[in-house]
């Protein structure tokens, strides 16, 4: 009787841990964040369908782009969907003194890093003295990935369908080591 309840007792503890978990990061600190959040924007960049920017070819179109904050991030994220316009289509990225023929809204929904972490683990956060965000991986999937999202407007009139590039680099999370699923090139 008394390996019954052992046993019972051990199910519970695993199945009330068993949870997941999503952190955004705030920053883009560290070379890896970069390298997603750059690598997804690229691909949003990429997958500008053509049917929408080839009858622009050969016109000017001011890019008038929108985000919840004006930093560096957004100024790549314009620069690099200027670049694809400019070489894929042929179409004259001008700024917002020199008269264009098109007008084109951007809104950013998304760009940056998140984290998950989904598996089995014990939290030590309720330990006196031990960071709050402090666990033992008995088995877990971390997953880091760079997001890019967005929207567009082509005068005023023509709504895009919502593009979305995700760029993610996963390991599983084991007691003593984590092993790497995949990685960036």
Known sequence: MPLVRLAVVLFLV???TACGSRQVQDSLVGSTAQRLVSYA??????SLPESDFAPLSGQRLRIESHFLENGDLRAYADQRLAMELSS???IEVVDGLIPAD???AVFYT?????QDSRGFFLPLGFVPGVAETMQINLITLEQFHGVAEMYYYIDQDQRSDILQSRQRTDALGLPIITIPLNTLP
Request: charged content about 25%; aromatic content about 4%; overall charge negative.
């Open 102 to 104: 098109h007008v084109l």
């Open 110 to 114: 998304s760009l940056g890093t998140d």
């Open 41 to 46: 924007i690229d691909d949003l960049a990429r």
């Open 88 to 90: 894929r289509f042929g």
């Open 14 to 16: 695993i199945v009330l």
